[in-house]
């Protein structure tokens, strides 16, 4: 709460509310996440970062992550989490919460090589993607385009718990030798399983604790290809029909659609770090 409370300048001018529910170190995790849902049940946030202890950066913890959205006291919130056992621990979140850029922004399109991924790949190139298409690069090359990539990083295609299977499978030691000098602002992988919840790592949790990225959207479990195909072009669309451009401001307008097939697959998702970086142009 004492630490908490020497934030709390820095969340009145980003206009944040900071709940507490105080947790030690023999709290519980079935406990925490119990507290941390009633705060979240009675409050009126339309997103919001939760902040967890370290040791529950891993996927045998996983059970205790709040869900990507959860019913408040007006609606639905998006629920980011971070891990952090201490202010100092907590300065990269707070330097991200008004990280946003009027600029366009920089969407580095990748996927495995075959449709339909290739077909939501065209679709997101022709709305301005960089395209690193895997029948140009072989996979030295396309770790060499990571290591300059800035901005925004999309896949779609397959993937398991310790590697990409686009670009003759990149597993996760060779895409952290690989990681940009400065930290994605998102990276957005549609896919399953790079959070795996039934081992303690995963590439993507690897990549997000690397700090090669400030948001990362992941899922821990198989995802269906036509459902996540069809995630990507809403999510393409809702960039230009949001009025929040960031990555927490997109979900939820995906989420006020009520569409089944949106609202299903976004809950096979985690979301970890900032969600109020900007997405969208």
């Known amino acids: 709460m004492t630490e908490s409370s020497l934030t709390g300048k820095q969340a009145d001018e980003l206009s944040c509310q900071l709940l507490s529910a105080p947790y030690g170190p023999k709290t519980p995790g079935s406990k925490l996440l119990k507290s941390i849902k009633h705060l979240l049940?009675?409050?009126?946030?339309?997103?919001?970062?939760?902040?967890?202890?370290?040791?529950?950066?891993?996927?045998?913890?996983?059970?205790?992550?709040?869900?990507?959205?959860?019913?408040?006291?007006?609606?639905?919130?998006?629920?980011s989490v971070f891990f952090a056992d201490s202010r100092e621990n907590c300065i990269s979140l707070f330097n991200t919460l008004n990280y946003s850029s009027s600029g366009k922004q920089v969407w580095n399109a990748t996927c495995q090589y075959q449709p339909p991924y290739t077909d939501t790949f065209d679709l997101w190139v022709k709305a301005g993607a960089k395209s690193i298409h895997p029948g140009d690069f072989f996979k030295q090359e396309f770790l060499e385009e990571v290591a300059r990539m800035t901005g925004h990083w999309l896949y779609w295609g397959h993937s398991d718990n310790n590697k990409l299977r686009g670009y003759h499978h990149v597993y996760s030691k060779e895409l952290l030798a690989h990681k940009p000098e400065h930290p994605l602002i998102s990276t957005l992988w549609f896919s399953c399983s790079t959070l795996n919840n039934n081992s303690s790592n995963s590439i993507g949790l690897e990549w997000y604790l690397s700090g090669a990225t400030h948001c990362l959207m992941a899922s821990p479990v198989e995802v269906n290809t036509e459902a996540n195909c069809f995630l990507a072009k809403a999510w393409l669309e809702a960039c230009q029909d949001s009025k929040d451009k960031t990555i927490a401001g997109i979900i939820g307008h995906l989420l006020e659609k009520d569409e089944p097939i949106i609202t299903d697959t976004l809950k096979q998702y985690k979301l970890l770090g900032s969600p109020w970086v900007r997405f969208g142009g």
């Open 41 to 79: 049940t009675n409050s009126e946030a339309q997103s919001a970062v939760v902040v967890l202890p370290l040791n529950f950066a891993n996927g045998k913890n996983m059970k205790f992550w709040p869900d990507i959205c959860f019913p408040t006291r007006t609606g639905s919130a998006v629920i």
